[in-house]
């Protein structure tokens, strides 16, 4: 845990910092018409657009779990009915089964013979097979690889908890 601490901390020390609106740390004074402290600005407003649209898609994403999870919670809950509908029913067919079974027991029939003609009814019969539980949506998150020009992949979340960079070796 503290080495995966130690190292989102270099990252994000490697990749600007975390503050936002502070272009030069180094508190000497900059030609604010200069190409290179431009560049700076540029991509600075374009980090912070980018991340605005990643929060807003973010948002969009968990709104469309909770339709997707109260969706579920009502087919779950019709699931869960019917299932109980279909236990009742094998108890009731199972409890049939075993009364007749006593009866002819009591009245010295064969046990065997019957049973071989009228097998015990099984949860799995397709008359009493309850339907399977779906799984609860979850929120997915999808890796983006990026690819730079000396050829390290940067693999990342889109939570951007932290970032893997991988050298890329060519055979």
Excluded at 105 to 132: H, L
Aim: charged share 40%.
């Amino acid at each position: 845990m503290r080495v995966r601490c130690q190292l989102q901390a270099r990252e994000v020390k490697t990749k600007g910092g975390k503050a936002k609106g502070r272009l030069h740390g180094n508190g000497l004074p900059r030609i604010l018409t200069d190409d290179e402290f431009f560049e700076k600005v540029v991509t600075h407003f374009k980090a912070l657009e980018e991340e605005e649209a990643e929060k807003e898609a973010q948002k969009q994403k968990k709104e469309n779990l909770n339709a997707e999870i109260d969706e579920w919670r009502k087919n779950e809950g019709k699931r869960k009915k019917t299932n109980l509908e279909l236990q009742g029913k094998w108890e009731a067919a199972e409890g049939a089964w075993k009364a007749e079974k006593e009866r002819i027991r009591v009245a010295g029939g064969k046990i065997k013979d019957w049973t071989k003609e009228n097998p015990k009814p099984k949860k799995n019969d397709p008359e009493f097979k309850q339907e399977k539980a779906v799984p609860k949506p979850k929120l997915k998150h999808v890796a983006v690889a990026d690819t730079d020009t000396a050829g390290v992949i940067t693999f990342r979340t889109t939570k951007n908890l932290f970032q893997s960079r991988i050298q890329y070796f060519k055979y």
